[in-house]
């Protein structure tokens, strides 16, 4: 019995140090209740005290007021052989005050609380941050003398990008398909609009200019005038903005040029292969902000499920041979391996559909046919607007029903397992297309199956699809932040990618489990 006893207590301590080594638990941070921490490690509340009672006496964790529990800022031996990740602010001081207001800077680069707009009273902050009136003071008090936060009325607020007087400008460089248009995907178009509104508020113009994949180094594309512009442009720009929003060799070519210009460089990486060149991190200059690619938000919606007793959960994407479909797998699986036995994700992927497939099952000669003899009888101004729509349909629609199709096998098969209690889908699409095959079958959402995917797209909004926003407002200020001023305000200079924290929105998609019966 006592060895039985002694293998709970140490798989409850090596939940909590993999925790620490994974970064899922950061120095300086609050640790998850007793009770949260024992459910996600599949022990006993009481086994979990004891392990984090030992882990205290290890000097890896530190109570404050016999309370709350913290991962010490500065770990003695036993954490020298971990990795860790640096607070927003690094000390040696593991004061409250300090604590509270590294993460109050934090929620600051998340977006928790927008530029321009006062922050919540001294009151509210305490209940957010469960500290004294001293201790908040302090912290607001320490992030007013670094000009993170200022005075305003009776409070302070967070300051808004400065506006300028002069001529100022940002180039923002895209990459430009052979219709000679700018590949947006639906993250880049939210991303501009906010880009493009506070560069209004501050006075700043945003030139957009494109390359293709015959760049030559020095000149790109206007994208309003269609004319050839060299993408080096003067005293007058701040920095520039990179989308790499596809995988494509230019990528190399234009990040090796810009930082020539001794300028702020901050690249939009969507798909985590923008810079395959160890060289290009050594410049000072150039920041990776990674939003669709990390692990991360696929480690928010693990731990969610888990929450709400999820163990056996499917992952189901089509999209598989992308980087972002492969690390959202990743981050499920790593946080289900480290909640310990008795849970699962299984993965029901392939990759995406083949034209040749989609040609021979859709049957779309038939209606080629239909349109050629329509066109020959048809007046020119009708042919002008449905020619468009028709090259939409042999071009996308055809393949988004291969898609549908390939889906229903997944689907059949995660549903004929009846452990399974929660589907997760790399993209919203696919969450909606999963509510109309579930409905067809008389399934219940969520009390049979629960749904959640990423994106947080208008289509979720629309069919009340659980899912994950990367929080596209937030990012695009801490790039702007970066161009403008050569710093993002509370992450360490030194770090070469920053990742802005997302956010799980909750719809009518997701319970809890609940054991599945009757349906199949």
């Known amino acids: ?36 921490l024992s459910k996600l490690a599949g022990v006993s509340t009481d086994t979990m005290r004891k392990a984090l009672t030992q882990l205290k006496l290890d000097g890896v964790l530190e109570s404050v007021r016999g309370h709350y529990l913290f991962v010490k800022s500065d770990l003695p031996a036993f954490g020298s052989n971990i990795t860790f990740s640096q607070p927003a602010v690094s000390s040696s001081c593991g004061s409250l005050w300090l604590r509270t207001k590294n993460h109050l800077l934090r929620d600051i680069v998340n977006g928790m609380y927008l530029p321009g707009r006062p922050l919540p009273g001294i009151s509210e902050f305490m209940h957010t941050y469960r500290v004294s009136f001293r201790t908040m003071k302090k912290a607001l008090c320490a992030l007013e003398q670094e000009d993170v936060i200022r005075s305003y009325k009776r409070g302070y607020e967070l300051p808004s990008l400065p506006f300028n007087t002069s001529p100022a400008r940002i180039v923002l460089i895209g990459h430009r398909h052979a219709k000679d248009k700018i590949n947006l995907g639906m993250h880049d178009e939210a991303f501009l609009r906010h880009l493009e509104m506070a560069c209004a508020r501050a006075n700043v113009q945003v030139d957009i200019c494109t390359v293709d994949d015959n760049f030559d180094g020095i000149n790109g594309t206007d994208f309003t005038s269609g004319k050839t512009t060299p993408l080096l442009q003067g005293d007058q720009v701040f920095g520039y903005l990179y989308l790499a929003n596809m995988d494509t060799p230019v990528h190399a070519r234009v990040l090796k ?8 460089v901050a690249v939009l990486d969507e798909t985590g292969n923008a810079i395959d060149d160890a060289s290009l991190l050594k410049s000072r200059r150039l920041k990776i902000f990674r939003m669709t690619v990390s692990q991360a938000p696929a480690r928010q919606i693990a731990h969610y499920l888990l929450s709400l007793g999820h163990k056996h959960i499917a992952f189901i994407s089509p999209f598989h041979d992308a980087v972002w479909s492969q690390q959202r797998l990743k981050g499920l699986r790593e946080v289900y391996a480290m909640a310990g036995s008795g849970v699962a994700v299984s993965a029901y992927i392939s990759h995406k559909p083949f034209k040749e497939s989609a040609l021979e099952h859709s049957g779309i000669q038939v209606l080629q ?151 199949g």
């Not at 207590?9 to 140090?17: G, I, P």
């Not at 004929?416 to 079958?441: C, E, H, K």
């Open 1 to 36: 019995m006592q060895s039985t006893k002694n293998h709970a207590q140490n798989k409850a301590r090596e939940f909590v140090t993999n925790g620490i080594r994974n970064n899922h638990f950061s120095p300086g941070n609050k640790l998850p209740t007793v009770k949260a």
């Open 257 to 264: 040029m810009l930082p020539l210009t001794r300028k702020p």
């Open 369 to 519: 046919r239909a349109f050629h003899a329509w066109r020959r009888t048809a007046q020119v101004e009708f042919i002008k607007e449905v020619e468009p729509l028709f090259a939409t349909i042999e071009e996308k629609g055809i393949r988004w029903g291969e898609l549908r199709r390939q889906l229903k096998e997944h689907f059949s098969k995660a549903l004929s397992d009846r452990s399974i209690t929660a589907w997760v889908f790399p993209t919203d699409f696919l969450g909606d297309v999963a509510m109309d095959f579930l409905a067809d079958r008389g399934i219940k959402i969520p009390e049979a199956i629960s749904l959640i995917g990423f994106d947080d797209s208008f289509r979720s909004l629309r069919c009340g699809l659980a899912s994950y926003n990367f929080n596209i407002e937030a990012v695009a200020n801490a790039m702007l932040q970066y161009v403008i001023h050569g710093k993002v305000p509370g992450v360490p200079n030194d770090r070469k990618c920053i990742e802005i924290k997302g956010a799980i929105v909750n719809r009518r998609s997701i319970a809890r489990a609940h054991y599945r019966r009757g349906n």
